[in-house]
């Protein structure tokens, strides 16, 4: 038998491969990223996002996480360590 230099694949032999190889690589993507990355994506936003430091003591202040001693320590801190330039209210 003469080699032709395929290999002994024709056209559809060398289709069927890359059609193979393309969905394996793409099968072994996906489960990394759902192993990895899926099961960490937040699918909302933090509760806390946007919020500057100030308005998260004062909300644990309303939900009775604190109470009023560590409310007016927590932002008297908060006022301490402020510039007054960087404060945006």
Do not use: C
């Amino acid at each position: 038998m003469m080699d032709d230099g395929y290999y002994g694949m024709d056209a559809g032999g060398w289709i069927a491969m890359t059609i193979f190889w393309v969905g394996l690589v793409t099968l072994v993507v996906w489960a990394l990223w759902r192993t990895f990355a899926g099961s960490h994506a937040p699918t909302s936003p933090p509760s806390g996002a946007g919020e500057s430091p100030e308005d998260v003591v004062d909300r644990r202040f309303a939900a009775g996480e604190v109470d009023e001693e560590t409310y007016r320590s927590m932002r008297a801190a908060l006022h301490s360590t402020r510039t007054p330039h960087a404060d945006p209210r």
